[in-house]
């Protein structure tokens, strides 16, 4: 598991800057970024130490949401494009067949619970909120009417952060979860979350989450 170090300071300049916000359960989603094995399992591409450490609070968050009356999305990076053919790939191939649909390295980990009343998005760029994703995932958390979102997933300072930049300029109040994200090295995930506090997101661990969700609308977090 990451060593979580942010400064009192910057979580002091965020407030400043408005970040800490209510929240409303029932108008929250969770963001769930690319639990796929390309990133996770041993000897992928882009295999992550810290990776497998965060399923299990992902799982959690993810419940919390949905036990609060809130809506887990799932995304899927595919850099073979949305409507790409599924192809059958072995490990070794390149990164755009590992992460294209039909390759065992593109599936969602089998260790993060998924569920039928769960969204799932397929992006072609980093956030899935950007209007070039393919998404169309802002029309879907307007449609819910969605306020809050939290975002975990893989990895920190990459497709994360990204979302996380994106979520704050759609007007959204951003929650990033320190111990159900991770990046190649702490420094990475750590130098992510600072920039995130001071200007974009509130951090805040699965545990702190799921206070917040059980707690009254009106709580601050």
Do not use: W
């Not at 949905?66 to 999305?73: A, D, E, H």
């Not at 799932?120 to 307007?142: C, F, R, Y």
Request: proline share 6%; net charge negative.
């Amino acid at each position: 598991m990451h060593k979580v170090s942010i400064p009192s300071s910057a979580v002091e300049r965020g407030n400043l800057m408005g970040l800490e916000k209510s929240i409303d359960p029932a108008k929250t989603a969770v963001i769930a970024i690319d639990f796929q094995r390309f990133f996770i399992d041993e000897g992928q591409p882009m295999a992550n130490e810290h990776a497998l450490d965060i399923l299990e609070n992902a799982n959690r968050v993810n419940a919390a949401v949905r036990r609060t009356g809130g809506l887990v999305v799932f995304t899927q990076h595919s850099i073979a494009g949305i409507d790409a053919e599924p192809v059958p790939t072995e490990p070794g191939d390149d990164v755009e067949a590992a992460l294209r649909p039909g390759s065992p390295s593109y599936e969602i980990h089998p260790a993060i619970e998924q569920l039928p009343g769960d969204v799932n998005v397929v992006k072609v760029q980093s956030s899935p909120l950007h209007p070039m994703a393919g998404t169309k995932l802002n029309e879907i958390l307007s449609e819910h009417d969605i306020e809050t979102v939290i975002i975990t997933g893989l990895v920190t300072n990459g497709c994360c952060e990204c979302t996380a930049r994106d979520a704050f300029q759609y007007g959204f109040n951003v929650v990033m979860a320190t111990d159900a994200t991770a990046a190649m090295t702490d420094e990475e995930h750590n130098a992510a979350l600072l920039n995130l506090a001071i200007y974009y997101s509130q951090v805040l661990s699965t545990e702190e989450i799921e206070h917040a969700l059980a707690s009254s609308p009106a709580e601050v977090l």
